[in-house]
Each structure stands twice: as C-alpha cells, then as structure tokens.
C-alpha cells in the first residue's frame, strides 16, 4: 500500500527532510569552527614537530607577512611567549607566524664552557628549521594569504641570530639542497633584536636585504659591536666571536645598503624584547621599505 504521506503531505517530508540537514550540519559546525581558527601548523617533522603559530591580521591587512623566532640561547623560550607580539602585530594589520625550532642546547646552555662546535651546530639546526619554515609559508601563499613579495624575517636574541645567518648564510655551501632556494627567493627585510653574526664578511652587495637592528651598546650577552659571544675568555671552550649590530651597520654603510639601526645607549640586552614595545620603529622600517625609493645606512641613538 502506498504511503499516503508521501502524496498528501510532501512539504511537510521535505521540511524534514530539510531539517534533518540543519541539524546535521549544527553538530559539525563546532568541527569546521575549530579547523578555521587551529593555529598550530606543522611546517616540518624532524626530531620533534615543528610548527608554526598563525596570527592572521585582525584588522585591515597591510599586505605584511613576518616569520619570527624567539630567543632562548638555544635551549628555552616557546612560540606561546610570543603571543603579545603576534596580537599586537595583527591588530596592526600585519600576518605572523611564529616558529618552533630545535633548540639543541637544550639543558646544556650557550655559554662559556659549551664548546664552539656545540654552538655553531645549535645556530645551524635552527637556521636550517628557519629555512624549512620559510619554504613552507611561501609554498602555502595563497592559501595562507600571504604576499610572498613583502615577507619579513625577524627574530630576538638567539632567533635574531638564527635569522642573520639564514640571510647571511655561512652554511649554504654544504647544503646546497636547502638553500639554493635563496638565491632567487629573499626576504623583504630582516628585522633583528640584539643578534650577531659569526663572521662580517658574510655580508656582501648581492645577498644584503634592508635590516631594521634594535641593540644596546652595553648589551653583556650579545655584543653591540665586535666581541666574543658572552665575553667569554679565549681561553674558555666556548670562545666564539659575534659581530653585532653596530658592526654590521658599519658594514651596510661601506656597502651602501640600507639599514636603520637603533642603539640604546648604556642599555643592555633587554633590548632583545623590545618588539614588544617598539611597533613605531618597526612601522617606521616597513614603510621605508614599502616605499620602493630606498634608503641608505640610518642610525637612530637613543
């Protein structure tokens, strides 16, 4: 016998039928909601997973994308410390992620009695993640919203660091497969926290990219200018040589290329967290760069 439902009251099996749909898709709203706002994205799986935290802009986009790396001498600090710069920079209209990383020094330390090839294998491991992290933003561009055009690199302390020799890259010769990317990819600008690089000369005309450097002259870990990482005896097994902010600026003014460099007088290296506080300098270098005209060597004492 025929259903006489399905000839007598078929907008009422449709409106079911309707609503059977709804209500499916309520119970997976929560799943689409959570999968739009997940903010840890692997980048790379390695000894451990290594991801990406997403701050996407939460105002009007400016266009800007910037990978960031904390600090933590090779062996602590946590993307989750970042957080107050990846808000305070989307409120600004940037697009941030910051980044795990290796951190190989992990319950050992960066200090004096850590040998010299225990360091550089710490700074090398974390360029090579910042390496991975940057290939995998740029190859997920357009799904990431990203202008691959004004990506920006930035890091403190011992991120600073790691991003100075990603640009300046002393490891490029021995892993070629990795960072032959770079030849034709670069950064729109770095922007570095009291970092260092282990040799000047790693500075050239045809791998400079525009620098914003914050340094304090008195910094006692990180040196201003051309010292032995953490002022460590030469004797000592950790005797490492850096070139800091004031150094490399020097070098940007003899090459000609454009860096803006402020140095805090008698400050010390509390000035690796002033990205924290210091968004209209870092404004300031970003316009400079996004004008297209260029700028030469600047230094703003402060």
């Known amino acids: 016998m025929e259903n006489p439902g399905n000839s007598t009251f078929p907008g009422i099996i449709i409106n079911l039928r309707m609503m059977r749909k709804l209500f499916l898709l309520l119970l997976l709203l929560p799943v689409f909601v959570a999968k739009a706002q997940e903010k840890h994205l692997t980048y790379a799986v390695k000894d451990t997973v290594q991801y990406l ?118 490891f490029a010769k021995t892993d070629t497969k990795r960072y032959d990317f770079f030849k034709t990819f670069r950064f729109a600008g770095a922007m570095v926290f009291a970092g260092a690089l282990i040799d000047l000369n790693l500075v050239r005309k045809d791998n400079f990219v525009p620098l914003l450097l914050l340094h304090g002259t008195s910094d006692q870990l990180v040196p201003y200018g051309t010292a032995a990482h953490r002022f460590c005896n030469a004797l000592s097994p950790g005797w490492l040589m850096f070139f800091g902010a004031g150094s490399i600026f020097e070098k940007a003014k003899e090459l000609d290329k454009p860096a803006l460099l402020y140095s805090f007088a008698n400050k010390g290296h509390e000035i690796s967290w002033y990205m924290f506080t210091h968004y209209k300098e870092i404004e300031n270098f970003t316009s400079k760069v996004n004008s297209g005209k260029g700028f030469k060597a600047e230094e703003i004492k402060q």
């Open 53 to 170: 935290d997403h701050y996407a802009p939460t105002g009007k986009s400016n266009g800007m994308t910037v990978l960031f790396m904390h600090g933590g001498a090779f062996e602590n600090g946590h993307p989750d410390n970042q957080k107050m710069f990846g808000d305070s920079m989307a409120a600004r209209g940037y697009r941030v992620f910051v980044m795990s990383y290796r951190l190989y020094l992990k319950g050992v330390g960066f200090g004096c009695n850590t040998p010299t090839p225990e360091k550089l294998k710490a700074i090398r491991l974390a360029v090579e993640d910042a390496a991975d992290a940057t290939k995998y933003i740029y190859d997920h561009a357009v799904e990431l919203g990203v202008d691959n055009r004004k990506f920006y690199i930035a890091g403190s302390s011992a991120g600073a660091e790691a991003i100075l020799h990603l640009v300046f890259n002393p």
